[in-house]
């Protein structure tokens, strides 16, 4: 059973609520996904990324690559979060369609 967090979420922006809505639906802790990631990364590091408080390149393709997403799906919205289960075809008539909004 995993404990709730005792730090308050404030920063509700990609790519940090999107680590912590993908952590959470694989039932990863923080200490278990910095675990995860390849070479493994400190959990404080997961934590400062989910708080949107700094994070590199680096970290963030072994983070997406633990959480089998790729680093560009961590960027979006949040209303979004279905992206990952739309058709392909879905998918590829979006993508094309946010240049031309």
Same mark, same amino acid.
């Given at each position: 059973?995993? &404990?709730?967090?005792?730090?308050?979420?404030?920063?509700?922006?990609?790519? =940090?609520?999107?680590?912590? &809505? +993908?952590?959470?639906? +694989? =039932? %990863?802790?923080?200490?278990? /996904?910095? *675990?995860?990631?390849?070479?493994?990364? *400190?959990?404080?590091?997961? &934590? #400062? %990324?989910?708080?949107? +408080? =700094?994070?590199?390149?680096?970290? %963030?393709? @072994?983070?997406? @690559?633990?959480? =089998?997403?790729?680093?560009?799906?961590?960027? /979006?919205?949040?209303? %979004?979060?279905?992206?990952?289960?739309?058709?392909?075809?879905? @998918?590829? @008539? /979006?993508?094309?369609?946010?240049? #031309?909004?």
């Amino acid at each position: 059973m995993q &404990r709730p967090s005792v730090y308050p979420y404030t920063i509700k922006e990609p790519p =940090g609520v999107n680590v912590n &809505r +993908l952590r959470n639906t +694989l =039932g %990863l802790s923080q200490r278990a /996904l910095a *675990e995860k990631c390849h070479p493994t990364i *400190e959990h404080t590091t997961v &934590r #400062r %990324l989910e708080h949107n +408080l =700094g994070f590199t390149q680096d970290t %963030l393709e @072994r983070v997406a @690559r633990a959480l =089998g997403v790729q680093v560009y799906e961590l960027f /979006l919205p949040p209303e %979004l979060a279905a992206w990952p289960t739309l058709p392909l075809k879905v @998918r590829k @008539r /979006l993508a094309e369609s946010i240049p #031309r909004a």
